[in-house]
């Protein structure tokens, strides 16, 4: 009998080892994507404005863009990965827990798809011009020079990057809550 409760506890901190890793992993590709839509939302799209020519701020800021993707892109894979990981080795939860928990997934399933949507918007967008030189006065804003193709696709990127930054930051303000749940009574949250 103490043989199988020995048993018991192994498996079960080796789930815990493997959920505090997957939500170690979820937390910091949430943290790659949402970091870097920030300073490219309020740094990078805003300060273009220093550059001349329209063409130029519409290759620089596609440029960036494109290469952070590639980041952002496996950032949200990894922190995905992570949670199914998580929940499968996760420990048992009440039902309000279960809720935020199910809330963020569906916020993060929201980011996921927005941020896809702004992955085929923008090679659509620089494809439409040579040498991804789209028009912009900023990168908020499209340059007077814009088709009406563009434009949309140019408004179409920007709410989508609005929308995928406001669910990851429901997804962190869920995370946190379910995170605070978990923690018993005499413990605080670890910085």
């Known amino acids: 009998m103490a043989h199988e409760s020995l048993e018991r506890q192994a498996i079960r901190r080796n789930k815990d080892l493997q959920a505090t890793c997957a939500a170690i992993v979820r937390r910091l590709g949430i943290a790659a994507v949402f970091g870097g839509m920030l300073f490219g939302k309020v740094g990078l799209d805003p300060a273009v404005v220093v550059i001349k020519r329209q063409d130029e701020r519409g290759r620089l800021v596609s440029r ?8 952002g892109a496996a950032g949200m894979a990894a922190a995905g990965m992570a949670r199914w990981t998580e929940k499968c080795a996760g420990p048992d939860v009440d039902r ?24 085929v918007c923008g090679v ?3 494809r439409t011009a040579r040498g991804d030189g789209v ?19 140019h408004r179409t990127i920007l709410a989508g990057g609005w929308t995928q930054l406001a669910a990851l930051t429901g997804v962190l303000a869920l995370e946190a809550a379910v995170r605070q749940r978990q923690l018993p009574l005499n413990q605080s949250c670890p910085a």
């Open 135 to 153: 028009p912009l006065e900023t990168g908020l804003r499209p340059g007077s020079a814009v088709n009406r193709r563009q434009s949309y696709l």
């Open 124 to 126: 659509l967008l620089t």
């Open 64 to 71: 960036v863009w494109k290469r952070w993707t590639l980041l």
């Open 96 to 119: 309000h827990t279960q809720r935020l928990s199910f809330a963020a997934d569906i916020l993060f399933g929201i980011a996921s798809l927005t941020g896809a949507l702004n992955v």
